[in-house]
């Protein structure tokens, strides 16, 4: 059989200690076994012999570029010893594999840059900068040189360094809009930003179909997704009670805002051909089924959806879904607008469209018998307390 002998690995490994192995093994199968931390230092594994001797193995070397020289074959009585890592330098941009990197004493530039996997194909070669601490360890110089001049010199990396890959500007970078619903040939369309408008993509998607809504059609913008509200954020975890009623107010107003969304009438610029919308790169443009109804929900006899007809208003749909259910708060009914999801009281409301929704609330709960009944009872029992007391202290005045 094959020879076994005895090896000890330790440091920043999960499966510490002595293990026996086949005389055939080799680093990368031993550590690969147990497992890494996640501060292991992989590209400086020193092995120390029974002798003594020690070589300093970058692994990452023979994970990325299969040099067999950084794999090699253990020997009885190895010491392997995973350091923590400690020195290092960043790597961002325009390569295959950016991050932190462990460093290595006297490394090119070019060496990193090849275990990082190489330069992406949009890297920008004519001008790479390094980010470089200055003697003093506390001010930061750039160096900036193509990447020729910087393997022409064999650049050397420092501790610390920080080196910055830039794209080339907008190269290969896509300028699409996306079309979905109700338009005939719906999917992505590319734009020439700054010139096309939203009147001009349209027809290159064969115009709406008669099933389209220009009505509650829509764009949603990328841009308007990242926007920070840091009192939106902080109302949301507030208590209502805690809140002001212009707080809450306006965290549901908020709330009820649709991330991204444009303001765009697509009726004026489709009908009237005014109020047309450049577009930009990541636009999705989205044309929804006409709804030729009004949805009713909440207290109402039978809620539900109801077809729509021009000159009713909002009593008439509540009477055709059969009146207000006898929890019904008939006071206080609010409608949703389709388009803009606005709430609007029943008194304010000039018109309704296709697509609103009423809605008719529940009277608030009234307290039960039983719970009205004890607090009576309980304050009965005080006042007679309190008589009780006032008769003893006029009786014993007397």
Do not use: C
């Not at 290595?104 to 530039?109: A, G, K, P």
């Amino acid at each position: 059989g094959i020879r076994k002998i005895k090896i000890s690995i330790y440091g920043e490994v999960l499966r510490k200690g002595s293990k026996v192995i086949y005389a055939n093994t080799r680093l990368n199968d031993i550590l690969m076994d147990g497992g890494f931390t996640p501060a292991a230092n992989i590209r400086n594994i020193r092995i120390i012999s029974k002798e003594g001797a020690q070589r300093i193995i970058d692994l990452l070397s023979f994970i990325r570029l299969a040099d067999r020289t950084q794999n090699p074959v253990l020997e009885d009585g190895d010491y392997v010893m995973v350091d923590k890592l400690d020195k290092t330098v960043t790597l961002s941009g325009a390569v295959k594999y950016p991050g932190i990197y462990e460093f290595r004493d006297d490394e090119s530039l070019e060496s990193l840059i090849k275990i990082a996997g190489g330069f992406l194909d949009a890297a920008f070669l004519d001008t790479l900068e390094i980010i470089r601490f200055g003697s003093d360890a506390k001010t930061q110089i750039s160096i900036v040189k193509s990447v020729a001049a910087f393997h022409a010199e064999n650049f050397r990396l420092a501790n610390k360094d920080r080196i910055v890959v830039r794209l080339k500007p907008e190269y290969l970078e896509e300028k699409i809009v996306t079309i979905s619903g109700y338009v005939k040939y719906p999917g992505p369309y590319k734009i020439n930003e700054g010139v096309t408008r939203l009147s001009d993509i349209i027809p290159e998607a064969g115009g709406f179909l008669s099933r389209g809504s220009l009505k509650s059609a829509y764009i949603v913008r990328e841009s308007g997704e990242s926007v920070y509200d840091p009192e939106f954020e902080r109302l949301k975890g507030m208590p209502r009670k805690d809140m002001s009623d212009d707080e809450y107010d306006y965290l549901k107003s908020r709330s009820r805002q649709r991330k991204g969304r444009v303001v765009i009438d697509f009726e004026k610029v489709f009908l009237t051909k005014t109020d047309d919308l450049i577009l930009k790169k990541n636009d999705q443009i989205i044309v929804p089924l006409k709804k030729d109804f009004i949805i009713i929900i909440g207290q109402a006899v039978f809620p539900g959806n109801l077809e729509y007809h021009p000159e009713y208003g909002i009593r008439d749909y509540i009477a055709q879904a059969g009146g207000f259910a006898w929890r019904a708060d008939e006071g206080e009914i609010r409608v949703i607008k389709g388009k803009t999801g606005e709430w609007i009281d029943e008194d304010d409301i000039e018109n309704l469209e296709p697509g609103d929704t009423i809605w008719i609330p529940e009277k608030p709960q009234a307290p039960k018998f039983w719970d009205v009944f004890k607090d009576s009872l309980m304050i009965v029992g005080q006042l007679a307390t309190v008589i009780a007391a006032t008769i003893a202290v006029i009786v014993s005045t007397r």
